[in-house]
């Protein structure tokens, strides 16, 4: 009687742990859709592109290369403006992210902000050279992100 | 038995699904791209136009003032970036011209203009003029204007055309700009400090 109700107890468990076991794999599957899924979503695209400048004392060099943002040589206390435009075919929440050592020097006159469909919106990137940069070469990457809104 | 074989392969599956959820991108959504481009939902288009701009201080001639006493240069204190300080006190001779180079890898017009005339940079009677010169033979196919010393520009609209055709070989595609500024006697009468002006060149 005693082995009997052992063992209808063992069986119980054992059920138990199965369907455990199930339910934590449907956890982990339903997690890891719901995160893909809604990345996807969130983030519409992305676009990155090159960024570069030379800091110099008394030289101007002008670069328009249109495959990325490059500012040529800029002189102290001096100013580089280049512009690019972007557009979306759908309504899209827009935030530009330059990186590396450019960071401080780079500006946008828009970011954060919506894009409407077939709008197309010229965005000026502009480099201020402080006084007391120092002489070098800078670079970095403009990252563009289009979220969906 | 049997409930093992179908237990283990549950397992399976669930490990498997679930390492494919995390690594596995749709191949339907939007790529990432490497270079200003477009892709399917969305367009980024670099503009051909470079402008740069930079103060006339950065020619650094320091700081001076009218020789009242010169009467030979007519109490003017005449300043250029090719070493001449006629007229002055103090000023610090500059043979230094700003260089003008082209850093990308296509041929550039080349235009300049002003924030500032002469009489809004140093004052009335004053003149403020500016001349553009090949730096490495040959950068600018056709000769650099103005060629001899002319009052800038302050036109943005109508900016001046220095170089149309500027190469961009590294051994030929670099102009230099001369700037002169004459300061009357009269000038020094009006409040000292600094004088500013910003030049831009625009190259597209």
Known sequence: ?149 | MFQKNILFLLMMFCALASLTMIFYRNPSAPTITGMATSSGNVTLTVNSTSAIQFAVNSVNWGTGSVNASDVTHNYTCTLDTEGTTTGCINFTAVTQPLIIENNGNTNLSVSIYSNASATDFIGSGSTFQWKVLQNESGSCTTTPSPATYSPVNVSVSNATIICSNLGYTDSNDSLKLNLKVTIPLAVMSGPAGDRSATITVVGN
Do not use: C
Not at chain 1, 53 to 63: D, M, P, R, S
Not at chain 1, 99 to 125: H, M, Q
Not at chain 1, 136 to 145: C, E, R
């Open chain 1, 1 to 149: 009687m005693n082995t009997s109700s052992t063992n209808k107890k063992n069986t119980e468990n054992k059920s138990f742990y199965r369907y455990a076991l199930i339910l934590f794999m449907v956890l982990i599957i339903g997690i890891s859709a719901t995160i893909f899924w809604y990345y996807d979503y969130y983030i519409m695209d992305h676009v990155e592109f090159m960024s570069s400048v030379t800091i110099t004392n008394a030289t101007v060099g002008i670069n328009t290369n249109t495959s990325s943002l490059q500012f040529g040589k800029i002189p102290l206390e001096g100013v580089g403006t280049r512009y690019f435009k972007i557009s979306s075919k759908r309504r899209a929440l827009v935030r530009i992210i330059p990186t590396g050592n450019i960071t401080p020097f780079i500006d946008f006159s828009e970011n954060d902000f919506i894009l409407d469909p077939g709008v197309v919106k010229t965005i000026n990137a502009t480099l201020s050279v402080p006084q007391n940069a120092t002489i070098g070469n800078y670079s970095g990457i403009i990252k563009v992100y289009f979220y969906r809104k």
